[in-house]
């Protein structure tokens, strides 16, 4: 149920769902016959819509994420007992075929097998579940990684979590399991500090080896001033790295 908690309540917090709210809260003083109160909450939704799905705003928002762990060579990332790559990497498994599908998280397989490549590592954790009656998503990953020659012994699967806390807390058994005190962390940038933060409260040393960066050196457009739905996507995802890490911290301060 917390599971469900988690990923229910922020859905009021993100651009669309807040648009959403402010659109039902003009509908009923419309209702009312307050027009005047409705018109501000239609301007304010308009107003929110159009910002948050511009690349303008979405790119600077990411920034203010993933300049905290700018992309740094293979050669300059120090060597660890062991890679730990987070879910969000696969979507599921192709109906008919059977093939996992890869989502937007790939770049962290690819910059994982790097890594593992380079000897910066012997061993890799795949970390993340699924719902119950479906093939974990650290399965998926290993398929992946084994298409790309890297040997199955060399992968240990956490196969229960479904989020970033809960990747921290089962890769916590497997730590202490195998002597494990420091780690790389592969993930996306963007998210990087708010996984580092959760791993780092279990006791392990993280060094972040991010990837996935979404921004990249592009031509800038009159376009990126109009609403794109890319753009929301991108906006939601920083807002959901910022209330995940503000939520982490408060959690820790009232527990601790």
């Keep these: 149920m917390s599971f469900v908690l988690t990923k229910f309540f922020p859905l009021f917090i993100y651009p669309l769902g807040m648009v959403v709210g402010l659109l039902l809260g003009a509908f009923f003083l419309l209702l009312g016959k307050r027009k005047r109160s409705a018109s501000l909450l239609l301007l304010i939704s308009l107003v929110l819509l159009w910002v948050s799905s511009t690349q303008v705003f979405a790119e600077r928002l990411l920034y203010s994420l993933e300049r905290l762990y700018p992309p740094s060579s293979i050669e300059t990332i120090p060597t660890a007992d062991a890679i730990v790559i987070l879910g969000g990497v696969t979507r599921g498994r192709v109906p008919g075929n059977g093939l996992t599908d890869l989502g937007g998280g790939v770049d962290r397989i690819v910059h994982a097998a790097r890594l593992f490549k380079a000897e910066k590592a012997p061993l890799f954790i795949l970390s993340g579940g699924n719902e119950p009656g479906y093939r974990s998503e650290a399965e998926d990953m290993a398929d992946i990684l084994q298409l790309m ?96 890490y503000w939520v982490y911290l408060l959690t820790e301060t009232v527990n601790g």
């Design 149 to 244: 020659d890297i040997p199955a012994d060399k992968m240990l699967l956490e196969t229960k979590s479904r989020n970033t806390q809960q990747n921290a807390l089962y890769c916590k058994d497997i730590f202490q399991q195998q002597g494990i005190r420091n780690i790389l962390l592969v993930t996306s940038a963007s998210h990087m500090r708010r996984a580092e933060a959760i791993f780092n409260g279990i006791g392990v040393f993280v060094i972040p080896a991010a990837t996935d960066y979404q921004l990249v050196e592009r031509a800038p457009s009159f376009l990126d001033w109009l609403p794109q739905a890319g753009a929301l996507e991108m906006t939601t995802k920083g807002v959901k790295e910022y209330i995940g």
